[in-house]
């Protein structure tokens, strides 16, 4: 695979396409600061300039600077001797360039040597990127949704995605209300306790909630079922974006349903498996093992993982672990998107739980 020479110039913009707005002078001085070695303030003011594509007609705007805050923002941090939080914002820059390299008489060796291990990182896991670009990238541009378009107050509310931030009481509470104003007024409660600012006239915690919702909506909706409502879903509203996501072909000894990988092979299996080596009778028998009665070829195309990488500090407040991988699995006569309940994973989503209804 080849892979093309990245330099200054294509990781830039044209002024074109910031017309009328801030955006070049703010890439500029983010620039600026990069060279002059102020990792720091780069980073302050890559987050000023996100924060300023996201005002209202510079979608096309929002979707160049990709690529470019999260490369700043890796190679600033790896700068500053912090790979391990450079490393997903490399990856999430490889989503959009997978053939980049640098130019080392324009980047330093640990900006370069944190390029690629990010990108070793992605091919000793045999990941590709979700979608185009990262969940986390994504998410960051996605407008804030029209609240009448989110919320139904009939009898099926709590069976929607406020469910992960019901408690018992509270669910069975609404479920006692005969009435749509019954129902209504304890909609409005709900919220009012929930709401971190009172004073204003915002309430962040459930604006936050239902962009997640809409985020889910549109883009792991499974045929009739809403997005918000897969496991999928669930993960991304309680924990928000990973820091980094990506697939790879479910493969022997993946199968959900057969652990020690005897029932599903793959054609390299096969292959493997019939080259010579031992007697007759040892051929014949891992010949057999892949190919015997009752076994098909994994259709990596209809087979794979999807897995969400959540470092630590990306992860609710009191949860113990360095990193949580959250698996979903795709197969014919399984299901799509299934999540792995493991016991960490449960773990975690049970505290998410719980902190989020905290909130109340």
Known sequence: MKRFPVIAASLFFTASLFAASNLPQLLQKAKDQFRLAAYTDALKTLDILEAESQKEGLEKERTALAPVLAFYRGACLASLDRPAEAQPQFQAFLAFQPNAVLDPAIYSKKVIAGLEGARRTLAANKEL?????????????????????QISLGEEWAEGPVRFLMTPEER????????????SEYVTAFWKKRDPKPETPENEFRDEFERRVAFANSRFTQGETAGSL??????????GPPTYAGQKPLTS???????????????????IASLPGGTTTDHARRVDKVTGPG????????????????R???????????????????KEGYGAN????????????EKAKSHLRQAA
């Open 172 to 183: 069975h509470n609404f479920t006692r209300l005969a009435d749509p104003v019954s129902r």
């Open 253 to 271: 000894g993946d199968d959900a349903n057969d652990k020690a990988g005897l029932f599903k092979y793959r054609p390299s299996d096969l292959r």
């Open 338 to 349: 299934v999540l792995q309940r493991e016991t960490q994973v449960l773990d975690t989503l």
């Open 230 to 239: 897969t496991d999928r879903g669930m993960v991304f509203i309680l924990l």
């Open 129 to 149: 990127p979700v979608s185009t670009g990262s969940l986390a990238t994504s998410y960051r541009t996605f407008p804030k949704p029209r609240r009448e378009e």
């Open 295 to 310: 076994n098909s070829v994994n259709d990596a195309g209809k087979n794979w993982r999807e897995v969400w990488h959540y």
């Open 312 to 330: 630590h500090e990306n992860l609710p407040k009191g949860i113990p672990y360095f990193q949580v991988d959250f698996e979903f699995v795709t």
